[in-house]
């Protein structure tokens, strides 16, 4: 979906530096989640937001950094990477309010790799 | 925390074929959703489920939610090669409700 965008789409680092994957939507809406894709793990949820201000841990928080200074923008930090962070990662959204169960909308991905 | 488990991991069918994914839960599912995984693509919903015994369908793909509310199915009739991808189930976490725990997905083979 053109409302969702992540930059960059391919990223090589070595295990220690700082990377910070961006992520920006469109939509205002208020919900919005990291997900990193391995092999065999499926998605996995690393921080969501509520709203701007507002984030909270997901299944595997460790390592990473988020913040949420404006509804449209919610970038995720690794502050030292690992090579276990090597991953796909996605960033996603979606609208709440009465459809508390809308469907989440995914940008089209950053690759990382840490060397 | 809530685990769906999805099987198979993998299947291979050649086109033409029938095809089904499980979805399966410890817990009581709120409500299912359905996402397609094109490789080298982002996930991008299909359909959600919340009723018990829901059945849903869209052309080939056939949706449906167990009666218990711990397990759903996505079936495709004879696949095509436009099929190919994974496809995960995901359920909302009922604690937090802005939350989806998806399965680990699985992934379609489609040979001519």
């Known amino acids: 979906d053109a409302g969702i965008t992540q930059s960059p789409r391919y990223k090589i680092t070595e295990t220690g530096r700082q990377v910070t994957l961006m992520c920006h939507q469109t939509?205002?809406?208020?919900?919005m989640f990291w997900y990193r894709q391995d092999l065999g793990h499926g998605l996995r949820l690393i921080y969501y937001?509520?709203?701007?201000?507002?984030?909270d841990k997901g299944e595997v928080p460790d390592g990473y950094v988020v913040s949420r200074s404006k509804t449209e923008n919610f970038p995720l930090t690794l502050e030292s990477a690992t090579r276990s962070q090597t991953s796909v990662y996605f960033c996603?959204?979606?609208?709440?309010?009465?459809?508390?169960?809308?469907?989440?909308?995914f940008g089209n991905g950053t690759r990382l790799t840490v060397t | 925390g809530q685990q769906v488990m999805q099987i198979p991991q993998y299947q291979h069918v050649q086109e033409g074929e029938d095809f089904t994914t499980y979805c399966n839960s410890s817990?009581?599912?709120?409500?299912i959703q359905w996402y397609k995984q094109r490789p080298g693509g982002h996930p991008v919903f299909l359909i959600q489920?919340?009723?018990?015994?829901e059945v849903k369908k869209q052309k080939r793909l056939t949706f449906q939610f167990g009666e218990a509310k711990k397990n759903s199915s996505l079936h495709i009739t004879a696949t095509q090669t436009t099929d190919v991808g994974t496809y995960f189930c995901?359920?909302?976490?009922?604690?937090?409700?802005?939350?989806?725990?998806f399965g680990t997905g699985t992934r379609l083979q489609v040979t001519l």
């Open positions: 996603a959204s979606r609208f709440p309010g009465q459809l508390r169960n809308s469907p989440l909308h």
């Open positions: 939509w205002s809406h208020s919900y």
């Open positions: 937001s509520a709203a701007a201000d507002i984030t």
């Open positions: 817990t009581t599912l709120s409500n």
């Open positions: 489920l919340v009723k018990s015994g």
């Open positions: 995901a359920e909302v976490d009922t604690g937090t409700a802005s939350k989806l725990t």
